[in-house]
């Protein structure tokens, strides 16, 4: 006799992904924080248009609702909490695979960044893209990176997938 599984496979397929962004965001942010102390040296130069700079973001998307206070701080922390819950229920409801891998990338990464502002007070970015002087993105990290990447999905999806069928 066989055991029914506890999630269903879309389920276990969105959580495991979340699971691995936020496990991969942590031990980068691990990596570029402790051994090699980038907010001590606060720049290392990778390639000629990829640089590892040290950036403390207060707060969320492009620095904005920035928590100048330790209550503020724990604001953002619940507001973003509840912005993923929100996420998660939508991840957890949804059954084309497409919009749970979007989801599953917008959760993770906004749990990796909860980590980081509940543990340190504000999030580890650190990966700069440039063309010699010109930036033309914000110093970021994976979690950023896949919530976008998450988000883009989700439009594209809206954009170009027709209507579900009922």
């Not at 720049?43 to 206070?69: C, K, R, Y």
């Not at 059954?95 to 509940?118: M, Y």
């Amino acid at each position: 006799m066989t055991t029914p599984d506890i999630l269903p496979n879309h389920r276990r397929f969105g959580l495991g992904i979340a699971a691995l962004i936020v496990g991969l965001d942590q031990l980068i942010k691990w990596i570029v924080t402790v051994p090699l102390q980038l907010e001590r040296v606060r720049n290392i130069e990778i390639l000629p248009f990829f640089d590892l700079t040290w950036v403390q973001n207060f707060g969320v998307s492009f620095g904005m609702l920035s928590a100048d206070s330790d209550g503020q701080r724990w604001l953002l922390v619940a507001f973003t909490a509840v912005v993923a819950g929100g996420v998660g229920f939508w991840m957890w409801r949804e059954q084309a695979k497409g919009e749970v891998l979007a989801l599953s990338l917008v959760l993770g990464g906004a749990i990796g960044n909860i980590i980081d502002r509940a543990r340190v007070g504000y999030v580890i970015d650190y990966a700069d893209l440039h063309i010699g002087e010109f930036r033309p993105f914000l110093v970021f990290n994976v979690a950023d990176a896949c919530i976008t990447i998450g988000v883009l999905l989700l439009v594209a999806r809206a954009l170009l997938v027709g209507e579900k069928k009922a």
